[in-house]
């Protein structure tokens, strides 16, 4: 590979860049919020809305967004 960049072909570039990118990604730290607490009053409420959802109370299907939105 060679020693500069205005020395590299368009290729050796791409791929150089492509690893940086790579090794940045990987170093990123995972959850933000991992470790924390919920309240219990937020906790209730989401239990709450996905019984609602599942229950066909709340929310979409999939099936049905992509319906609507002409998706198919």
Same mark, same amino acid.
């Given at each position: 590979? @060679? &020693? &500069? *960049?205005?020395q590299?072909t368009?290729?050796e570039?791409?791929?150089?860049? /492509? =690893?940086?990118?790579e090794?940045?990604l990987? +170093?990123? #730290?995972g959850? #933000?919020?991992e /470790?924390? $607490? *919920?309240r219990?009053? *937020? =906790?209730d =409420?989401?239990l @709450?809305? =996905?019984? @609602? *959802? +599942? /229950? /066909? +109370?709340?929310g !979409? $299907?999939? !099936? !049905?967004? &992509?319906?609507?939105? +002409?998706? !198919?």
């Amino acid at each position: 590979m @060679a &020693t &500069t *960049v205005s020395q590299m072909t368009m290729d050796e570039l791409q791929d150089m860049l /492509g =690893r940086l990118i790579e090794q940045k990604l990987l +170093e990123l #730290p995972g959850d #933000p919020d991992e /470790g924390l $607490s *919920v309240r219990k009053s *937020v =906790r209730d =409420r989401l239990l @709450a809305q =996905r019984k @609602a *959802v +599942e /229950g /066909g +109370e709340r929310g !979409e $299907s999939l !099936e !049905e967004v &992509t319906r609507r939105l +002409e998706l !198919e």
